[in-house]
Every structure is written in C-alpha cells, then in structure tokens.
C-alpha cells in the first residue's frame, strides 16, 4: 500500500491518522543489530539518484559510505540516533573517513509528515535537515502520540515555520511521492524489511547498532 495524499491530509493539512500507512503489510521495527551483513547490493545501484536530493553529512569521496533507512516514529531509531549516531559522526563523519546517508523509511502516516517537514526545513541545506530530524528523534515520545499535530507544530515553529509553511509542507505532493518512492525503491530493490537497516559500502545491517559494532564493520574497511 502506498503512500496516499488523500488518506494523509485532510482540511488542509490535518493528518489521517487513523489510516495507517501501510495497512496490514507493516514492517517491523529491527530492533538489535544483526552479528553479519544479510545481503550485499551494489554500490553503484545503492547510490542510483531517486526522486529527492540525498540527505548526506561527510566528505563524498570518503572509502566507507552508510546509507540508513530509517523511519521517523521507530524506536530503535530514535535509540540509535541518540546513541550511537553523536560517535559515529565525531570518530568517522567529522574526520571524512565516512559519508552517511539517511533516506526516510515511513512506517506510519506520521513518520512521513514528520519527514516531510525535515525535507521542507532543509530546502537545499541538509544542515538544517538534520538538525531538525536530530531534533525530532530526541522529542519522538512527545509527538508521536494520540493527537500528534500541536506538538509537531510546536516543534516545526522552533525550527523557523509557520502555521500556514507548516500546513503547506504536508500538503507538498511532489515531496510525499518522493519519500514514497525511495521507500518502494528500497522494498523491492534493497529487501530493506524493517527500521532502522544499514548498508555499509553495499553490505546490508538490520537493526540499530552501538558504535563499537559498527567499528568492528568500518575500521576493517578503511585498512582495505
């Protein structure tokens, strides 16, 4: 079941969230990381351009990249972003050693709304990207509730919108189909199954990770 404007806003902007996302299809969160890589995909296929610009923080000619999926209203992504990712992004992002990728996974209609305004903050910046998707992780037991939307503009006011660029943001189709598109991309070309899943240099992770697990995957690949 794919992403619907029509089931996702109603009255300008007022999310459907009673309509879930995916319907009876849902995937699961992934909870722990997994000891070895799944699968591997092809670089060059893993970095194809889709529909929106990459969301990337490091040097683009680092040796290891890390494209994350992850979804907005997922725990354990809300855990490994205020866990692991801080070390991840001193120790290998700030030192160019790693370029990191995050592309929204939505598992509910309010990961996407949640995402699309990260996308609407962020314009062409992925600074201000991050910033409020850091920011949105750290908050998630404050929006992703029963009656999301005043906390989530509370939020979003914070981060320099308005009622009415709040309301126009989740009425952008042109971003919602782009977030849908990564996320049917990923499903049926990259078998991502759950949140939060990494590929490291193409190689497949399910699950969040600790900075020493991930170490153990990207020290070796930096000495190659």
């Not at 619907?4 to 996302?21: M, P, V, Y």
């Not at 610009?53 to 683009?60: C, V």
């Not at 994350?68 to 700030?94: G, N, V, W």
Request: aromatic share 8%; proline share 5%.
């Amino acid at each position: 079941m794919q992403i619907s404007r029509r089931e996702f806003c109603q009255a300008g902007a007022t999310l459907a969230l009673a309509t879930a996302l995916l319907g009876s299809t849902a995937l699961p969160f992934a909870g722990e990381a997994l000891a070895q890589a799944q699968t591997t995909i092809s670089p060059l296929e893993l970095m194809k351009p889709d529909a929106l610009p990459e969301m990337a923080l490091g040097d683009a000619k680092a040796s290891v990249t890390i494209v994350e999926y992850a979804s907005m209203t997922c725990p354990h992504c809300a855990h490994f972003q205020e866990t692991t990712f801080p070390d991840l992004k001193k120790r290998y992002i700030d030192t160019g050693k790693v370029r990191y990728i995050f592309r929204e996974f939505p598992l509910d209609n309010l990961a996407a709304a949640a995402s699309m305004l990260a996308r609407c903050a962020a314009d062409t910046d992925s600074g201000k990207y991050f910033a409020l998707t850091d920011t949105l992780f750290r908050q998630q037991r404050t929006w992703a509730v029963e009656k999301p939307l005043p906390p989530l503009l509370a939020i979003a006011k914070q981060a320099g919108f308005t009622e009415q660029t709040f309301n126009a943001c989740l009425s952008n189709q042109k971003i919602l189909d782009g977030i849908e598109s990564s996320r049917q991309r990923a499903i049926k070309d990259f078998k991502v199954q759950s949140t939060p899943t990494f590929f490291i240099n193409g190689a497949q992770y399910a699950g969040a990770m600790t900075i020493d697990e991930m170490a153990k995957i990207i020290d070796p690949l930096l000495k190659s």
